[in-house]
Protein backbone atom coordinates (compact mmCIF):
# COMPACT_ATOMS: atom_id res chain seq x y z
CA UNK A 1 0.00 0.00 0.00
CA UNK A 2 1.02 3.59 -0.98
CA UNK A 3 -0.35 5.97 1.21
CA UNK A 4 -2.17 9.09 -0.13
CA UNK A 5 0.20 11.96 1.73
CA UNK A 6 3.47 11.22 3.75
CA UNK A 7 2.51 12.41 7.30
CA UNK A 8 5.32 15.65 6.89
CA UNK A 9 4.24 16.34 3.06
CA UNK A 10 2.40 19.51 3.78
CA UNK A 11 4.74 21.40 6.03
CA UNK A 12 6.41 24.39 5.19
CA UNK A 13 9.52 24.33 4.01
CA UNK A 14 11.95 26.07 6.20
CA UNK A 15 10.51 24.66 9.31
CA UNK A 16 10.80 20.80 7.74
CA UNK A 17 14.27 21.55 6.85
CA UNK A 18 14.99 22.58 10.74
CA UNK A 19 13.24 19.55 11.38
CA UNK A 20 15.46 17.08 9.06
CA UNK A 21 18.81 18.90 10.66
CA UNK A 22 17.22 18.32 13.89
CA UNK A 23 17.23 14.63 13.21
CA UNK A 24 20.44 14.59 11.71
CA UNK A 25 22.04 16.43 14.71
CA UNK A 26 20.94 13.78 16.66
CA UNK A 27 20.52 10.00 14.67
CA UNK A 28 23.73 10.94 12.52
CA UNK A 29 26.56 9.59 14.82
CA UNK A 30 24.84 6.43 15.79
CA UNK A 31 23.81 5.61 12.16
CA UNK A 32 27.70 6.48 11.64
CA UNK A 33 28.82 4.88 14.15
CA UNK A 34 26.98 1.31 13.25
CA UNK A 35 27.94 1.37 9.43
CA UNK A 36 31.18 1.94 10.11
CA UNK A 37 31.01 -1.54 11.60
CA UNK A 38 30.57 -2.86 8.14
CA UNK A 39 34.00 -2.85 6.54
CA UNK A 40 36.22 -1.00 4.68
CA UNK A 41 34.37 2.02 2.58
CA UNK A 42 36.59 2.85 -0.19
CA UNK A 43 35.12 1.92 -3.68
CA UNK A 44 32.19 0.74 -2.21
CA UNK A 45 28.51 1.38 -3.70
CA UNK A 46 26.15 2.68 -1.24
CA UNK A 47 22.16 3.73 -1.74
CA UNK A 48 20.78 6.05 1.00
CA UNK A 49 16.49 5.65 0.92
CA UNK A 50 14.75 8.48 2.06
CA UNK A 51 17.46 11.15 2.33
CA UNK A 52 15.62 13.65 3.65
CA UNK A 53 18.14 16.94 3.93
CA UNK A 54 20.98 14.71 2.32
CA UNK A 55 23.75 14.16 5.71
CA UNK A 56 23.76 10.61 5.42
CA UNK A 57 24.60 10.19 1.62
CA UNK A 58 27.02 13.31 1.95
CA UNK A 59 28.95 11.12 4.94
CA UNK A 60 28.44 7.95 2.43
CA UNK A 61 30.21 9.99 -0.55
CA UNK A 62 33.39 11.04 1.73
CA UNK A 63 33.71 7.70 2.86
CA UNK A 64 33.76 5.72 -0.64
CA UNK A 65 36.38 7.67 -2.42
CA UNK A 66 36.69 8.85 -5.91
CA UNK A 67 36.52 5.05 -7.16
CA UNK A 68 33.00 4.78 -4.80
CA UNK A 69 29.20 5.20 -5.88
CA UNK A 70 26.17 6.86 -3.64
CA UNK A 71 22.96 6.68 -4.96
CA UNK A 72 20.37 8.98 -2.92
CA UNK A 73 16.18 8.36 -3.45
CA UNK A 74 13.37 10.36 -2.11
CA UNK A 75 10.14 11.45 -3.21
CA UNK A 76 10.82 15.00 -2.31
CA UNK A 77 14.37 15.82 -3.42
CA UNK A 78 14.09 19.72 -2.48
CA UNK A 79 17.01 19.45 0.13
CA UNK A 80 19.20 17.74 -1.82
CA UNK A 81 20.74 19.80 -4.32
CA UNK A 82 24.13 20.37 -2.49
CA UNK A 83 24.69 16.64 -3.28
CA UNK A 84 24.90 17.03 -6.74
CA UNK A 85 26.64 15.71 -8.97
CA UNK A 86 29.09 14.00 -6.69
CA UNK A 87 25.92 11.96 -5.59
CA UNK A 88 23.03 10.49 -7.82
CA UNK A 89 19.93 11.93 -6.60
CA UNK A 90 16.79 9.80 -7.29
CA UNK A 91 13.41 11.54 -7.48
CA UNK A 92 10.70 9.09 -6.34
CA UNK A 93 9.41 6.00 -4.30
CA UNK A 94 11.97 3.22 -3.85
CA UNK A 95 9.25 1.03 -5.05
CA UNK A 96 8.96 2.58 -8.34
CA UNK A 97 12.37 3.80 -8.99
CA UNK A 98 14.57 2.00 -11.18
CA UNK A 99 17.55 -0.19 -8.96
CA UNK A 100 19.75 -2.54 -10.60
CA UNK A 101 19.78 -5.84 -8.67
CA UNK A 102 22.85 -6.61 -6.81
CA UNK A 103 23.92 -3.28 -7.57
CA UNK A 104 24.84 -2.23 -3.64
CA UNK A 105 27.43 -2.91 -1.11
CA UNK A 106 25.31 -0.75 1.50
CA UNK A 107 22.15 0.37 1.58
CA UNK A 108 20.28 2.90 4.79
CA UNK A 109 16.58 3.50 5.20
CA UNK A 110 16.07 5.63 8.48
CA UNK A 111 12.05 6.92 8.90
CA UNK A 112 10.90 5.94 6.04
CA UNK A 113 8.86 2.35 6.73
CA UNK A 114 7.01 4.01 9.65
CA UNK A 115 5.02 5.82 6.89
CA UNK A 116 3.91 2.88 4.96
CA UNK A 117 1.51 0.40 5.41
CA UNK A 118 3.48 -1.93 3.65
CA UNK A 119 6.78 -2.04 5.27
CA UNK A 120 7.90 -5.12 3.79
CA UNK A 121 6.81 -3.96 0.37
CA UNK A 122 9.32 -1.40 1.09
CA UNK A 123 12.32 -3.31 2.07
CA UNK A 124 12.16 -5.40 -0.89
CA UNK A 125 13.59 -3.76 -4.20
CA UNK A 126 15.88 -2.33 -1.47
CA UNK A 127 17.00 -5.67 -0.63
CA UNK A 128 17.57 -6.78 -4.40
CA UNK A 129 19.37 -4.42 -4.81
CA UNK A 130 21.90 -5.23 -2.71
CA UNK A 131 24.78 -7.68 -3.42
CA UNK A 132 25.29 -11.20 -2.17
CA UNK A 133 26.83 -10.34 1.24
CA UNK A 134 25.78 -6.47 1.46
CA UNK A 135 24.61 -4.44 4.24
CA UNK A 136 21.37 -2.88 5.16
CA UNK A 137 20.89 -0.83 7.98
CA UNK A 138 17.28 0.01 8.77
CA UNK A 139 16.08 2.99 11.67
CA UNK A 140 12.56 3.63 12.76
CA UNK A 141 10.61 4.59 15.91
CA UNK A 142 8.54 3.00 18.62
CA UNK A 143 6.34 5.79 20.20
CA UNK A 144 4.66 3.29 21.89
CA UNK A 145 7.49 3.54 24.85
CA UNK A 146 6.96 7.54 25.11
CA UNK A 147 6.17 8.38 28.62
CA UNK A 148 6.24 11.69 30.83
CA UNK A 149 8.71 10.77 33.54
CA UNK A 150 8.65 14.32 35.74
CA UNK A 151 6.99 17.59 35.00
CA UNK A 152 4.23 19.93 36.21
CA UNK A 153 0.94 18.14 36.59
CA UNK A 154 -0.59 20.10 33.97
CA UNK A 155 2.01 19.69 31.09
CA UNK A 156 2.46 16.00 31.83
CA UNK A 157 -1.14 15.46 31.31
CA UNK A 158 -0.57 17.28 27.78
CA UNK A 159 2.34 15.50 27.00
CA UNK A 160 0.52 12.16 27.80
CA UNK A 161 -2.54 13.29 25.72
CA UNK A 162 -0.23 14.04 22.94
CA UNK A 163 1.57 11.07 23.01
CA UNK A 164 -2.00 8.87 22.42
CA UNK A 165 -2.43 11.32 19.74
CA UNK A 166 0.19 10.55 17.63
CA UNK A 167 0.24 6.87 18.13
CA UNK A 168 -3.49 7.18 16.81
CA UNK A 169 -2.59 9.22 13.90
CA UNK A 170 -0.46 6.64 12.43
CA UNK A 171 -2.91 3.65 13.08
CA UNK A 172 -5.71 5.99 11.88
CA UNK A 173 -3.40 6.05 8.10
CA UNK A 174 -3.38 2.32 8.54
CA UNK A 175 0.04 2.77 9.91
CA UNK A 176 1.98 1.21 12.92
CA UNK A 177 3.33 3.63 15.97
CA UNK A 178 5.96 0.80 16.89
CA UNK A 179 7.46 -0.34 13.70
CA UNK A 180 10.60 -0.32 14.78
CA UNK A 181 10.33 -3.29 17.04
CA UNK A 182 9.07 -4.95 13.50
CA UNK A 183 12.13 -4.61 11.74
CA UNK A 184 14.42 -7.68 12.91
CA UNK A 185 11.28 -10.05 12.05
CA UNK A 186 10.90 -8.55 8.99
CA UNK A 187 14.72 -9.30 8.53
CA UNK A 188 14.40 -12.43 9.21
CA UNK A 189 11.22 -12.93 7.05
CA UNK A 190 12.99 -11.43 3.94
CA UNK A 191 16.13 -13.97 4.36
CA UNK A 192 18.58 -11.69 5.57
CA UNK A 193 21.03 -12.42 8.31
CA UNK A 194 20.65 -10.50 11.55
CA UNK A 195 24.30 -8.69 12.87
CA UNK A 196 23.17 -6.10 15.06
CA UNK A 197 19.69 -4.88 16.99
CA UNK A 198 20.29 -1.47 19.39
CA UNK A 199 16.81 0.38 21.05
CA UNK A 200 17.43 3.72 22.14
CA UNK A 201 14.69 4.73 24.52
CA UNK A 202 16.61 8.07 25.78
CA UNK A 203 15.12 9.86 28.93
CA UNK A 204 15.18 13.53 27.84
CA UNK A 205 15.12 16.34 29.32
CA UNK A 206 13.14 19.39 28.18
CA UNK A 207 15.52 21.61 25.44
CA UNK A 208 17.20 18.76 24.43
CA UNK A 209 17.90 18.65 20.91
CA UNK A 210 15.82 15.61 20.30
CA UNK A 211 13.29 17.57 23.00
CA UNK A 212 13.41 20.37 20.25
CA UNK A 213 12.68 18.55 17.48
CA UNK A 214 10.18 17.15 18.58
CA UNK A 215 8.39 19.90 19.80
CA UNK A 216 9.13 21.39 16.27
CA UNK A 217 7.00 18.20 14.69
CA UNK A 218 4.55 18.99 17.33
CA UNK A 219 3.85 22.40 16.11
CA UNK A 220 3.99 21.10 12.18
CA UNK A 221 1.51 18.32 12.90
CA UNK A 222 -0.86 19.40 15.49
CA UNK A 223 -3.98 19.85 13.33
CA UNK A 224 -3.32 16.04 12.76
CA UNK A 225 -3.32 15.32 16.64
CA UNK A 226 -5.90 17.11 16.91
CA UNK A 227 -8.18 15.45 14.34
CA UNK A 228 -7.59 12.18 16.29
CA UNK A 229 -9.45 13.68 19.09
CA UNK A 230 -7.26 12.25 21.31
CA UNK A 231 -5.75 15.38 21.99
CA UNK A 232 -6.67 19.39 21.94
CA UNK A 233 -4.81 22.40 20.77
CA UNK A 234 -4.02 23.29 24.34
CA UNK A 235 -2.70 19.72 24.70
CA UNK A 236 -0.89 20.64 21.86
CA UNK A 237 0.31 23.41 23.20
CA UNK A 238 1.43 22.05 26.50
CA UNK A 239 3.67 19.21 24.88
CA UNK A 240 5.68 22.07 22.84
CA UNK A 241 5.97 23.35 26.52
CA UNK A 242 6.40 19.66 27.93
CA UNK A 243 9.47 20.21 25.17
CA UNK A 244 10.94 23.45 25.79
CA UNK A 245 10.81 23.06 29.32
CA UNK A 246 14.12 22.10 31.48
CA UNK A 247 11.92 20.85 34.46
CA UNK A 248 10.60 18.13 32.66
CA UNK A 249 11.95 14.70 32.00
CA UNK A 250 10.21 12.46 29.38
CA UNK A 251 10.56 9.35 26.92
CA UNK A 252 9.41 10.95 23.59
CA UNK A 253 9.95 7.34 21.46
CA UNK A 254 12.54 4.55 20.75
CA UNK A 255 14.59 4.52 17.83
CA UNK A 256 15.43 0.32 16.56
CA UNK A 257 18.26 0.44 14.66
CA UNK A 258 18.71 -2.99 12.69
CA UNK A 259 21.80 -4.03 11.18
CA UNK A 260 21.40 -6.75 8.77
CA UNK A 261 23.24 -8.81 5.71
CA UNK A 262 22.17 -10.44 3.06
CA UNK A 263 23.56 -13.74 2.60
CA UNK A 264 27.12 -14.11 0.38
CA UNK A 265 26.50 -16.63 -2.44
CA UNK A 266 27.69 -19.88 -1.76
CA UNK A 267 31.02 -21.39 -2.75
Known amino acids: MIPDKY ?7 EPELRRLRAIEAVFDPGTQRQL ?8 RHCLEVGAGAGSIAAWMRAQVGATGRVVAVD ?9 RPT ?15 ERFDVAHVRYVLIHNGDPAGVLHPVI ?8 LLVEEPDFSVAHALAGPDATTRAFERVNGAIQAMFSGRGLDPALGRRVPSLFRQAGLELVAVESDAAVERGGSPLAQMMGLSASQLGDKYVATRQAS ?20 YATVRT ?3 RPALAP
Do not use: M
Open 128 to 135: RSLKPGGW
Open 75 to 83: TNVGFLDPL
Open 259 to 261: LAR
Open 36 to 43: LTTGEWLG
Open 7 to 13: IFQDVAV
Open 87 to 101: VEVVHGDVRQVDLAA
Open 233 to 252: PEDVVGYQDFAADPSCWGIF
